[in-house]
């Protein structure tokens, strides 16, 4: 019964090891297919942002006045979000929401803009949603501590 259990454990060691490294591997893999097709987005629209070490991509369209704001912040804005061909998922012209319970795509490219700002972030599916890349326009009327 000992060696049953021995080996059981053992087993359940490599299945964990396996398929953690399988997982990564593919993380890896969708985050440079990502970023290649975000890459070639860019190119295609002649888009002139940065890409950030997460793999955000972002331009600024207007760049706004005053501070930015932090993910404590309680920000307001109108954004449309649609996927690499166009089609639109979401939009909305007014919303307001805590950064910090937002997608991490927001969290951190709202706070590279300025107050009256608007800018585009190019979002890969692990700073969105596992849909797929996310852009957003967006537009921060404000912010608040």
């Known amino acids: 019964m000992v060696f049953w259990s021995k080996n059981i454990v053992g087993l359940i060691i490599f299945a964990v090891v396996f398929l953690g490294a399988c997982k990564k591997e593919d993380d890896v893999d969708t985050k440079q297919l990502e970023h290649e097709q975000i890459e070639q987005y860019v190119a295609d629209n002649n888009l002139n942002g940065y890409f950030t070490a997460s793999g955000l991509y972002y331009v600024v369209i207007e760049e706004g006045t005053g501070g930015h704001p932090d993910i404590t912040s309680k920000v307001t804005v109108a954004y449309k979000g649609y996927n690499l061909e166009g089609f639109v998922r979401?939009?909305?012209?007014?919303?307001?929401?805590?950064?910090?319970?937002?997608?991490?795509?927001?969290?951190?490219?709202?706070?590279?803009?300025?107050?009256?700002?608007?800018?585009?972030?190019?979002?890969p599916s692990h700073l969105a949603y596992k849909n797929g890349i996310w852009i957003f326009d967006?537009?921060?009327?404000?912010?608040?501590?």
Not at 138 to 145: A, D, G, Q, R
Request: proline content about 5%; aromatic content about 12%; glycine content about 8%.
């Open 90 to 123: 979401d939009e909305n012209d007014y919303f307001t929401s805590k950064l910090e319970s937002l997608i991490p795509g927001w969290q951190e490219g709202i706070p590279l803009m300025k107050e009256e700002g608007t800018s585009t972030l190019i979002i």
């Open 138 to 145: 967006v537009t921060l009327f404000e912010f608040s501590k």
